[in-house]
Nanobody, 124 residues
């Protein structure tokens, strides 16, 4: 599958943004789809995921502020980000895994397709 992320931008602290990830190539209803983020000099870190289209998991740092969702009919993954903080500033990547197992949902290696990234900057 191919993924195209969009929706990033500049927002003030406390504001909101919604990221989108269009998935093409095949239906992704059975895939695990997630969001990761990365800042310069740091490893890519897990943000949120929908495991095989059913269960959602979040990093502790975003729990209660971010919501991951997907529209299988539109083959699109979303990340609604509320109450943004300066530490949320990063490049956000969407990812899809066809055979992701539960123990690897928070690992970069658990996904085999990646979008190009969309930059989010939160000003304080």
């Amino acid at each position: 599958v191919q993924l195209q992320a969009s929706g990033g931008g500049l927002v003030q602290a406390g504001g909101s943004l919604r990221l989108s990830c269009a998935v093409s190539g095949r239906t992704f209803s059975g895939y695990t789809t997630g969001w990761f983020r990365q800042t310069p000099g740091k490893e890519r870190e897990f943000v949120a995921t929908i495991f095989r289209g059913t269960r959602t998991y979040y990093a502790d740092s975003v729990k209660g502020r971010f919501t991951i969702s997907r529209d299988n009919a539109k083959n699109t993954l979303y990340l609604q980000m509320n109450s943004l903080k300066s530490e949320d500033t990063a490049v956000y990547y969407c990812a899809a895994g066809r055979g992701t197992i539960l123990s690897t949902t928070r690992d970069v290696g658990g996904y085999d397709s990646w979008g190009q990234g969309t930059e989010v900057t939160v000003s304080s």
